[in-house]
Nanobody, 126 residues
Framework: QVQLVESGGGSVQAGGSLRLSCAASGRTFGSYVMGWFRQVPGQEREFVAAIRWSGGSTVYADSVKGRLTISRDNAKNTVYLQMNNLKPEDTGVYYC???????????????????WGQGTQVTVSS
């Protein structure tokens, strides 16, 4: 059974940094794409970034390019989201997700992803 457990959320002021972690277990993830999404109340889940576990290719939402970086540690089966120069609009619950049958093009839609973590809250104050 696949489990994704996020950690590292918190409250920071604008311009600050956080690093989110997603510990994955229950499967070999070498063929998966791992993604980060975020959600605020009343809005749909929004794509943030994704990484192909094998090869490490990445995609980002335009709103986070240059500030957020997704990476993975194969030995630890963990995906990270380094968040720098945070803005109030980055506030939300951040979810880790796994696409077990990824396409050639990394998908940015939540419906594509099969497994989800419980989420971790990030709050950025101005």
């Amino acid at each position: 059974q696949v489990q994704l457990v996020e950690s590292g959320g918190g409250s920071v002021q604008a311009g600050g940094s956080l690093r989110l972690s997603c510990a994955a277990s229950g499967r070999t993830f070498g063929s998966y794409v791992m993604g980060w999404f975020r959600q605020v109340p009343g809005q749909e889940r929004e794509f943030v970034a994704a990484i192909r576990w094998s090869g490490g290719s990445t995609v980002y939402a335009d709103s986070v390019k240059g500030r957020l970086t997704i990476s993975r540690d194969n030995a630890k089966n963990t995906v990270y989201l380094q968040m720098n120069n945070l803005k109030p609009e980055d506030t939300g619950v951040y979810y880790c997700a796994a696409d077990r049958t990824p396409l050639t093009l990394i998908m940015r839609v939540a419906e594509r992803y099969d497994y989800w973590g419980q989420g971790t809250q990030v709050t950025v104050s101005s």
